[in-house]
């Protein structure tokens, strides 16, 4: 994947796209072939350099049951409060941030406290941005959204994407229209690659 490229992988559920891409910040280990970032192998990089080097945005994830602001912080703990707004902004997230009781301090699931999917996950995608790692994984994060905030999160992914190499897990190609590569997965292989141009819907 060239530096600062948009690459999808697609393909059915089961296909291997999330293993292929958990390979990157070795969630798994390789048992053949290499990954290199920069020419580097990510077996001679520490786990932390490894991580500082990637930012995840994932379809199951969840807030902790802490405040707003403690779980953004999690990818930048000594983030002032000022950074962390202004990543709920790009992320736009401050409309769910202003209608809670203590705004960015409001604990999640606390009491009558309630969060939709799509809002969560505009709040996980501030985290990302607070975090501004080169790299960036994106695995099927708007499978579980409502319209309205899937409009939203599409837009605050070509905000983050901006400047950093992306690769993104999608079931639909109406996803990665802009993609600069889309590769096909299949029972764990990659059977064809192209441009969105090139497959018919």
Do not use: W
């Not at 798994?28 to 290499?34: E, H, P, Q, R, T």
């Not at 379809?59 to 962390?84: W, Y």
């Not at 996803?175 to 029972?187: C, G, H, L, N």
């Amino acid at each position: 994947i060239p530096q600062g490229k948009f690459v999808a992988l697609v393909g059915e559920s089961g296909g291997g796209k999330s293993t292929l891409a958990s390979l990157l910040p070795r969630f798994y280990d390789l048992k053949n072939g290499k990954i290199t970032i920069g020419n580097i192998s990510i077996q001679d990089f520490s786990r932390k350099a490894l991580m500082n080097k990637i930012s995840f945005v994932f379809q199951n994830q969840s807030l902790f049951k802490e405040s707003i602001f403690e779980n953004i912080r999690k990818s930048k703990p000594n983030a002032t409060e000022e950074e962390v707004l202004n990543a709920c902004k790009q992320a736009q997230c401050l409309d769910v941030i202003e209608k809670l009781p203590n705004g960015i301090h409001t604990v999640v699931s606390g009491k009558g406290i309630y969060l939709s999917g799509g809002e969560q996950q505009r709040i996980l995608l501030a985290r990302a941005f607070l975090k501004n790692a080169p790299i960036l994984i994106l695995d099927e994060a708007t499978a579980f959204t409502d319209p309205e905030n899937e409009k939203m999160i599409q837009e605050a992914f070509r905000r983050l994407m901006k400047n950093k190499t992306t690769l993104m897990i999608a079931h639909r190609l109406s996803s990665v229209v802009d993609a600069d590569r889309i590769m096909v997965m299949e029972e764990g292989k990659i059977v064809e690659m192209g441009t969105h141009d090139n497959f018919s819907f």
